[in-house]
């Protein structure tokens, strides 16, 4: 059994999460190169030095937000699942599932660094990482359908990683949240319309199932 935070490490926590809250607020509104360290200290109200021993330098702290997003978005778990799910439709499902997660809470800092990639080099740097990382994650999600044989007959490999990569990248839940839809909406359409564009068909005679991630409307 873990044992109970000490009251110090908790304010410590506290103290971190203000932090990175603070410097995500300021690189939205300024701009990376815009914000300075002394910045974020006032806008979280500490002073300058705890910010470097608390997170670090800048490029450190924004290395901190970008793997706050996957923590906050549950992907570990969910990518488990996926790796150990056995129904097509679950895999993709999950697939699916990891992308909401990530676009949802992930949408603002993702913003900032698509904005600042050709200017400014580590915003560049994170940036590209971060594609690799969401095309690692649909190739890994095709790597389980292909595994299970459920790729849609004639369907290559590369090609399924390349529209499930495309069609469930962040900027299509900002255009489709844009115009008004919920994130869950855009999650049952994503699923709905990948399912009919990757997997094979159900055997005729069998009912096609339609299971349901954990907490999924």
């Known amino acids: 059994m873990s044992r109970p935070l000490s009251r110090r490490a908790r304010q410590a926590q506290e103290t971190r999460r203000d932090i990175l809250d603070a410097a995500l607020r300021l690189f939205a509104a300024r701009g990376y190169t815009g914000t300075a360290i002394a910045d974020i200290a006032a806008e979280a109200g500490v002073a300058v030095p705890t910010v470097y021993a608390s997170v670090g330098a800048k490029p450190l702290l924004l290395g901190r937000l970008l793997e706050a997003i996957d923590l906050q978005a549950g992907v570990p778990e969910l990518a488990r699942a996926l790796g150990a799910a056995t129904d097509p439709r679950e895999v993709l499902a999950l ?12 949408s603002t800092i993702i913003k900032v660094l698509a904005s600042a990639a050709g ?56 255009g489709l949240t844009t115009h008004g839809w919920s994130y869950d909406k855009c999650e049952t359409w994503l699923l709905d319309t990948l399912a009919t564009q990757l997997l094979r068909a159900p055997e005729p005679g069998l009912a096609a199932r339609s299971p349901r991630t954990s907490g999924q409307p």
């Open 95 to 106: 697939g699916v599932r990891i992308t909401r997660q990530v676009a949802e809470r992930g």
């Open 119 to 174: 200017s400014e080099p580590e915003m560049g740097q994170a940036y590209a990482d971060g594609l690799a990382k969401h095309h690692a994650g649909a190739a890994s999600t095709i790597r389980r359908l292909v595994t299970l044989g459920a790729l849609a007959p004639g369907l290559a490999e590369p090609d399924a990683v390349a529209v499930f990569a495309t069609l469930t990248d962040t900027p299509v839940y900002d």
